[in-house]
T-cell receptor, first 110, second 114 residues
Framework: DQQVKQNSPSLSVQEGRISILNCDYTNSMFDYFLWYKKYPAEGPTFLISISSIKDKNEDGRFTVFLNKSAKHLSLHIVPSQPGDSAVYFCAAFSGYALNFGKGTSLLVTP | SQTIHQWPATLVQPVGSPLSLECTVEGTSNPNLYWYRQAAGRGLQLLFYSVGIGQISSEVPQNLSASRPQDRQFILSSKKLLLSDSGFYLC?????????????FGSGTQLSVL
């Protein structure tokens, strides 16, 4: 039962433009949401998080938006750079368990 | 600074053989420890987590088990591997609830069961 869903397996964006990665969830008990970036054959690295009591968190080029009523969050990367090309995972905490989506592969083209 | 060590990086095992993957964390005490698996074409699946020595929570019933014999050591085991156990295994740690900084992941073990 996939409680965190990333319905777009891949996304291609031109360098300098905005990348928007989407995530939906089903569990109302999730109280914290995180985005991770992952390269092949490596462990994921933490990017940015947001508490369920907030609707926006910004860190440099990365902004996460949370819409609790829609059970939806998104990660905006502005401007996108070729080095941003990776798989991005959405994740949500319930208790001690961090639940991940299946990931979206982002390709930023020059 | 804190570091996490996970080994081996790659492993090829025959079906029916045992498995032992080890993970250790340095530079912190009483961390929460996690085992995840990424199967081909799938996301990260939480297998086990531990909030203290000897305390193991299993998220998905399967052919695997976990143990935490020491504060900063987490072991993933199987008595008899199945083909479906193939995947990329990741160990992770966190402090407290892990909310602000998330989980810190090791470099992973690519397991191929043949």
């Amino acid at each position: 039962d996939q409680q965190v869903k990333q319905n777009s397996p891949s996304l291609s964006v031109q360098e300098g433009r905005i990348s928007i990665l989407n995530c939906d969830y089903t569990n109302s008990m999730f109280d914290y949401f995180l985005w991770y970036k992952k390269y092949p054959a490596e462990g994921p690295t933490f990017l940015i998080s947001i508490s369920s009591i907030k609707d926006k968190n910004e860190d440099g080029r990365f902004t996460v938006f949370l819409n609790k009523s829609a059970k939806h969050l998104s990660l905006h990367i502005v401007p996108s750079q070729p080095g941003d090309s990776a798989v991005y995972f959405c994740a949500a905490f319930s208790g001690y368990a961090l639940n991940f989506g299946k990931g979206t592969s982002l390709l930023v083209t020059p | 600074s804190q570091t996490i060590h996970q080994w081996p990086a790659t492993l090829v095992q025959p079906v029916g053989s045992p498995l032992s993957l080890e993970c250790t964390v340095e530079g912190t005490s009483n961390p929460n420890l996690y085992w995840y698996r990424q199967a081909a074409g799938r996301g990260l699946q939480l297998l086990f987590y531990s909030v203290g020595i000897g305390q193991i929570s299993s998220e998905v019933p399967q052919n695997l088990s976990a143990s935490r014999p020491q504060d900063r050591q987490f072991i993933l085991s199987s008595k008899k591997l199945l083909l479906s156990d193939s995947g990329f295994y990741l160990c992770a740690w966190s402090t407290g609830t892990g909310r602000n900084e998330g989980l810190f992941f090791g470099s992973g073990t690519q397991l191929s069961v043949l």
